[in-house]
């Protein structure tokens, strides 16, 4: 049989997935920083902010920010004098990204397109790898993890922030009764792309488990893999390192 993965509740092909996650977020771009403020009542900003903390950026590190498209995460990183490369697959989200930017005047950053699955950086260039939100929308999550690995140097930690799925009872079936059913209906009303919301709750729903994403994080050669769940595991940062 050909390989089939995941795109939220249907399965497609690889080709077919890295495609039409492209669709998604070149409709979504203009919108997307409202539909996290719209979805999260805001809380979105908080757990950035708690995920830059666990990153500890500091003066003069290379950082890599993959998918990080609009720059929240690249601007909080920035904060600290981090020399931060901005990347992602979807060129729509790195223009919303550097008009931001630029809006901002926010320096120390560096923008490039790129597959997460196959950086042209060079091996053991940065200090830290972060990814908010995107690694559940790339087609092999195994070879993201392992080209993370292939760029941090020695010494270099890996964070990732993605949802997961909350462990606390009564919550857990209220998220899911608003994500289903109010998430598209807010898409169509402030983005006008209902479909779009869909799929990035279904592929919420279709993620690992906050243990078996450790444990892929483990296998690719990341040392002290940990997770920590906000919310009872609504949301996770995902941490290793490289040694």
Known sequence: MSETVSFGYTDVSPDE???????????????????????????????????????????????????GGTGDIAFRLARSGASV?????????????KER???????????SEQNAETLTFESNRFDAYTIAFGIRNVT???QALAEAYRVLKRGGRFYCLEFSTTLWPGFK??????????????????????????YLIESIRRFPTMDAFKAEIAATGFVQAKVEPMLGGLVAIHSGWKI
């Open 17 to 67: 997935k890295t495609a039409k996650v492209g669709e998604v977020f070149r409709s979504v771009a203009s919108r997307y920083d409202l539909m996290n403020d719209a979805m999260s009542g805001g809380m979105h900003r908080l757990w950035k902010d708690r995920f830059v903390r666990r990153v500890k950026p500091r003066t003069g590190e290379a950082i890599l920010d993959m998918a």
């Open 85 to 97: 490369m901005v990347s992602d697959i979807n060129a729509a989200m790195l223009e919303v990204g």
């Open 101 to 111: 930017a630029a809006k901002k005047r926010i320096e120390g950053l560096s923008w």
């Open 140 to 142: 092999h999550r195994a």
């Open 173 to 198: 079936e209220a998220y899911d009764a608003y994500s289903h059913r109010l998430v598209p209906k807010l898409g169509r009303m402030l983005a006008g792309d209902e479909e779009s919301y869909r």
